[in-house]
């Protein structure tokens, strides 16, 4: 059996080590990087430990406190706040803080953080009861300044400065919004009404320029086209002119070419009536005499016309059957008739064109017809040897 004596040394010995290590690890600390520590001596303030090894008085300094020297965020549930405009709106805030002094966050204020909210609160109610609605949605960097300024000032002795202050969320009443709501989708109507009527409009001018500048290209290509076909046709007028004058034509070709029109002034079948000239006529007969060869010795014309006078004064013999009144009347009547009228009278002349000439029929120059091989010549003066008339 132990003897009593022993364990009370043994029971002193524990005590006195358990006693050495408590001193030591009270007597030792180590602060970390951006950590204060505040230490108080027979509970009154000693010192303010920076990051690093420290050795303190066991069972006479203790830790008060242990300060964060970050930088903190803290975001504050939403708070009512009435605008000027009796509206009630739920703003949250964020606020962004740094403790720079632990030993001012420690004794000037209980609870730092708990204060900062608060008097947040209480300023921001002040700030955004001077504005209405619209200008708290839209003056956000506004209150955003005014209230870090008062919070940095009122926060400066707790040792506490105050970085940036931002408002998360304005939350205006459901009535409200909806009001906006519309608000901004008639804004937007409008915007979109205003830009398409813009938009018309622009194409309407540019559509309408187009056309300006297209009649006005048609206009300056049609007056160039009409200046040269007028200058092509008075070329061609001038080039037929000079070859007519060249080749001198006569009579008997324009007579023909004047024919040879008839057929197509008849063929459209809107001409109910058409008029034969004056000079058909004398066209005719100037065909009828090219193709006959004339009557006369020298070629001359066929007696018993007159070509030299006017169209009026052409007489014509038993054979032509016309009359000067049948040439100086107008002859209307239907072109389909006209025109089998000018062709009979144009045979006709072809007929009258193929008779056989004086020369023909053996008569001499001078009206005598040769004497016959079987009969004796006659004298002189005999009345049988005379010139007779020309017989068919």
Do not use: C
């Amino acid at each position: 059996m132990p003897d009593p004596a022993q364990i009370a040394v043994y029971l002193v010995l524990f005590l006195l080590i358990a006693f050495t290590a408590v001193a030591i690890s009270r007597a030792v600390r180590i602060v970390p990087q951006a950590t204060a520590l505040i230490v108080e001596r027979l509970g009154r303030f000693h010192r303010t430990l920076e990051p690093g090894l420290h050795f303190l008085i066991p069972f006479i300094d203790r830790i008060r406190s242990n300060v964060d020297l970050r930088e903190q965020v803290v975001s504050f549930p939403p708070q009512p706040v009435i605008t000027s405009d009796n509206l009630v709106v739920h703003i949250d805030t964020v606020i962004y803080f740094q403790p720079t002094d632990p030993k001012a966050a420690t004794y000037e204020i209980a609870n730092y953080i708990q204060g900062v909210e608060q008097l947040t609160v209480t300023t921001l109610r002040n700030v955004v009861g001077s504005l209405d609605l619209e200008q708290t949605l839209t003056s956000r960097d506004q209150i955003n300044g005014q209230l870090r300024g008062v919070l940095d000032d009122a926060t400066g002795r707790w040792g506490i400065r105050v970085n940036r202050v931002e408002l998360k969320a304005i939350d205006p009443p459901g009535s409200v919004q909806e009001a906006m709501e519309k608000q901004m989708r008639a804004e937007r109507d409008k915007r979109a009404v205003i830009l398409n009527a813009q938009g018309v409009k622009q194409s309407q001018i540019l559509t309408a320029e187009g056309e300006k500048q297209a009649q006005i290209l048609r206009a300056e290509g049609t007056a160039q086209a009409a200046i040269l076909e007028a200058k092509g046709e008075a070329r061609a007028i001038l080039q037929v002119f000079d070859a007519i004058h060249t080749g001198n034509p006569d009579s008997k070709l324009l007579a023909y070419q004047y024919l040879q029109m008839l057929p197509k002034i008849a063929e459209s079948e809107s001409n109910k009536m058409w008029i034969v000239p004056t000079e058909l006529t004398q066209a005719l007969r100037g065909i009828g005499s090219a193709l006959g060869g004339g009557s006369g010795a020298d070629g001359g014309e066929p007696a018993g016309a007159d070509l030299d006078g006017p169209p009026g004064s052409m007489k014509e013999g038993a054979e032509g059957g016309l009359r000067d009144d049948d040439l100086n009347a107008p002859d209307l009547e239907e072109p389909g008739e006209a025109l089998r009228r000018a062709r009979e009278e144009a045979e006709g002349a072809t007929r009258e064109a193929d008779r056989p000439s004086p020369a023909d029929l053996g008569v001499r120059p001078g009206g005598v017809a040769p004497p016959d091989p079987g009969q004796p010549e006659a004298e002189p003066g005999t009345p049988g040897q005379q010139d007779r008339p020309d017989q068919p």
